[in-house]
């Protein structure tokens, strides 16, 4: 079945820690979107990219670095500097071709310890 | 400019009634409206989208209303169940740029 796969589903992370949370897709999608989601706030864009070895930052970009590689992969790291971690982050991706029903993972629960 | 509002940011419904979600938006580019489902501790799932050369649109129990001229649209739920049970965002899109604004969610709980 095709898919996104986000891991791991928990992350506990120390002060002063990075730490990376993996996105793999295989629906042969172009672009792929990470984003952060906090109660009451809705999902707020971290970055995005449409093409391999391409990425935009979206709203809430500091903090936060990510890679595109692979057409399959988007892993997101949180930097030491993202002062506020705690969250739940999700992955998407898109077909790009006139159809914009993003497919998300399930996503990763990062906790600061 | 970007921002999609939504309300409420909760909702409680009996058994069978129908729950309206709203939404506004500001950008007259946007010409792509879809909604998403999400159960606690998943992914949000696409549930029904419109795009504005048409105002309403229904899969199912679900509905969209779209109203170009306010620049809103809005969910309705039909005979609503528990199971319906969920967090609920909207968002819009342009199509040149895929990439979506989201609301700020509702959470909707369907008493039995």
């Known amino acids: 079945d095709g898919g996104i796969t986000q891991s791991p589903k928990y992350l506990f992370r120390k002060e002063g820690q990075n730490v990376t949370l993996s996105c793999e897709q295989n629906?042969?999608?172009?672009?792929m979107y990470w984003y952060r989601q906090d109660p009451g706030q809705g999902l707020r864009l971290i970055y995005y990219?449409?093409?391999?070895?391409?990425?935009q930052k979206g709203d809430i970009a500091e903090g936060y670095s990510v890679s595109r590689e692979k057409k399959e992969s988007f892993p997101l790291t949180v930097t030491s500097a993202q002062k506020n971690p705690t969250a739940f982050y999700l992955c998407a991706s898109h077909s790009g071709a006139g159809n914009y029903g993003y497919t998300f993972g399930s996503g990763t629960r990062l906790t600061v310890v | 400019q970007q921002q999609v509002k939504q309300s409420p940011q909760s909702l409680i419904v009996q058994k069978g009634g129908i729950p309206i979600i709203n939404c506004a938006y500001e950008?007259?580019?946007?010409?792509?409206f879809p909604w998403y489902q999400q159960f606690p501790g998943k992914g949000p799932a696409l549930l029904i989208a419109i795009r504005p050369d048409v105002s309403e649109k229904k899969e199912g129990r679900f509905t969209i209303s779209f109203n170009k001229s306010a620049k809103q649209f809005s969910l309705h739920i039909m005979d609503s169940q528990p199971g319906d049970s969920a967090t609920y965002f909207c968002a819009a899109s342009r199509t040149n740029t895929g990439k979506l604004i989201f609301g700020q969610g509702t959470t909707l709980q369907v008493k039995p």
């Open positions: 629906l042969n999608h172009d672009a």
């Open positions: 990219s449409q093409i391999v070895n391409d990425f």
């Open positions: 950008n007259t580019a946007f010409d792509y």
